[in-house]
């Protein structure tokens, strides 16, 4: 079945980019849901595909499963009414639903920030009906968990933030951390197999299909923490920061704006300018710069950074236009990571 796009305005464009000695501008758009029981992108591309290869040659088609897409099986029953409520776990729910799932993803846009987001009477009325609701946590999407705790009868929750333990004031780009990710794929298989037994060998088959797509994202994993042995990144925020600890890469961001940027406030002037020392003496071997968040001070950094001839990774919070899995997504990254650390 082809995915049905409710409602989509994204501008289609990637830029992940390693940057020495220049700048880039994130690619425009706005928030969309999509709905898909196959393995479109929560962007609302409607049958598009890329390619990733994996270690062992293999190709990883748009949807993440290599050679297939998460409809090609058929579903033994009706699918479920799944809700998600960011795209950063949509395109990992409708791989592992499959077609047993209706994946409906709410939020969907790199060039807003998520932690601004205001949802629409119509996004809210998005959840209605669901039996499965995936929400990130962590005060991430607290719009979400408003809007479940409103329905009646009120749908199966994964929460990622309970499920791996995270508590209130932690980060919450937890779909940066492989271990995360893991775990929270296992919690919606899981939820999925309860809800609807009946398929549960169906929803194995496409947990171990995801598994397999899964193997180019580990294997740059290991790739990059090869090259990060002994080196140290600075970061504008903290989206990047689980990943960065997978990898084994120093945080040598200025403890003050390493921390004002976690609060989701203005750095001091001091923290600002010991941050730009850092760059200018090249203390730090790059520079991870979150596209989707503007603002002088950060653009002042990723300045510095370039003066001083320190590479500059860019990364987004949320998938961006034109991306159509996790897995291209953020093999995309880390590959310009690991050349930045070459």
């Known amino acids: 079945m082809r995915p049905r796009v409710l409602v989509t305005a994204l501008a289609v464009g990637l830029a992940l980019s390693v940057v020495v000695g220049c700048s880039s501008t994130p690619e425009s758009g706005s ?10 992108s929560s962007t609302g591309s409607t049958g598009s595909t890329s390619a990733t290869s994996g270690p062992d ?5 748009g949807g993440g499963v290599p050679g297939t897409d998460a409809s090609a099986d058929p579903c033994p029953v009706d699918p479920l009414a799944v809700v998600v409520s960011v795209d950063q776990w949509g395109d990992i729910v409708e791989q ?8 409906t993803t709410v939020f969907a846009s790199s060039s807003a920030d998520p932690h601004d987001y205001e949802p629409t009477p119509a996004d809210i009325a998005e959840f209605t009906g669901a039996k499965l609701v995936v929400v990130n946590g962590v005060d991430y999407d607290p719009w979400a968990e408003k ?15 309970e499920v791996v333990g995270a508590e209130e004031g932690d980060n919450p780009h937890i779909w940066y951390s492989p271990d995360y990710v893991d775990q929270i794929s296992k919690a919606v298989t899981a939820e999925l197999s309860e809800l609807s037994p009946e398929a549960a060998a169906y929803f194995e088959e496409r947990a171990a299909d995801w598994e397999v797509a899964m193997e180019p994202y580990r294997a740059e994993i290991a790739a990059v923490k090869e090259v990060a042995a002994g080196k140290s990144y600075g970061a504008t925020e903290s989206v ?9 890469l120093e ?8 921390n004002a940027s976690a609060n989701e406030s203005d750095p001091a002037p001091g923290d600002v300018n010991e941050f730009l020392q850092s760059l200018g003496s090249q203390s730090m071997d790059v520079l991870i710069y979150n596209s989707q968040t503007e603002g002088a001070i950060p ?16 990364v987004t919070e949320s998938v961006p236009p034109g991306v ?7 093999v995309a990254q880390l590959r310009a990571l690991a050349e930045a650390l070459r």
């Open 96 to 103: 592992l639903g499959g077609a047993c799932a209706d994946v």
């Open 251 to 258: 945080d040598t961001t200025p403890e003050g704006y390493r």
């Open 240 to 248: 990047f920061a689980y990943m960065a600890q997978a990898v084994e």
């Open 57 to 61: 040659g293999t190709t990883v088609a």
């Open 299 to 314: 653009e002042q950094i990723r300045d510095a950074a370039t003066s001083a001839s320190v590479p500059v990774v860019d």
């Open 147 to 161: 809007a479940v705790e409103s329905l009646d009868p009120v749908p199966a929750v994964v929460n990622g933030g």
């Open 324 to 330: 159509t899995s996790f897995v291209e997504w953020q």
């Open 31 to 40: 928030a969309s849901s999509t709905s898909s029981t196959s393995s479109t």
